[in-house]
C-alpha cells in the first residue's frame, strides 16, 4: 500500500524559511520520479517542483525559482522542499505526489503570514 506522509508546515513570516518532508513508503521509492504540488485556498492545485530518481534533475514553477530547493534522500525513502524567502501567495496546503503511480498526500498548511 503506497502512503505518503508530509510535514513540515507552520505559520512564518514573509521572508521565512521553511522544510518541508514527505515520508514514503509501500513502493520502490528509488523508482520513481517525485513532485510537490501546492493548493490554496479557492484555487486549483498546481505543480511546484520536481525530481527525478536522483538529484540530477530538477524543475520547478517560476514562482519559486531560485527559492524552493527540492531534494531526495533514497536511503530515507523521504523527499524534501526546502522553501526560502517565503511570500504570503505561497500560503497554500502543500502535497507530495508519485506521478506514476497517481498517488497523493495528505498534505502540510503552509502558511505565511506577519
Known amino acids: 500500500q503506497v502512503q505518503l506522509v508530509e510535514s513540515g508546515g507552520g505559520l512564518v513570516q514573509p521572508g521565512g524559511s521553511l522544510r518541508l518532508s514527505c515520508a514514503c513508503s509501500g513502493f520502490s521509492f528509488e523508482s520513481y520520479t517525485m513532485t510537490w504540488y501546492r493548493q490554496a485556498p479557492g484555487k486549483e492545485r498546481e505543480f511546484v517542483a520536481f525530481?527525478?530518481?536522483?538529484?540530477?534533475?530538477?524543475n520547478y514553477v517560476d514562482s519559486v525559482q531560485g527559492r524552493f530547493t527540492i531534494s531526495r534522500e533514497n536511503a530515507e525513502n523521504t523527499v524534501y522542499l526546502q522553501m526560502n524567502s517565503l511570500k504570503p501567495e505561497d500560503t497554500a496546503v502543500y502535497y507530495c505526489?508519485?506521478?506514476?503511480?497517481?498517488?497523493w498526500g495528505q498534505g502540510t498548511q503552509v502558511t505565511v503570514s506577519s
Open positions: 525530481i527525478g530518481k536522483s538529484d540530477a534533475y530538477t
Open positions: 505526489n508519485v506521478p506514476a503511480l497517481n498517488s
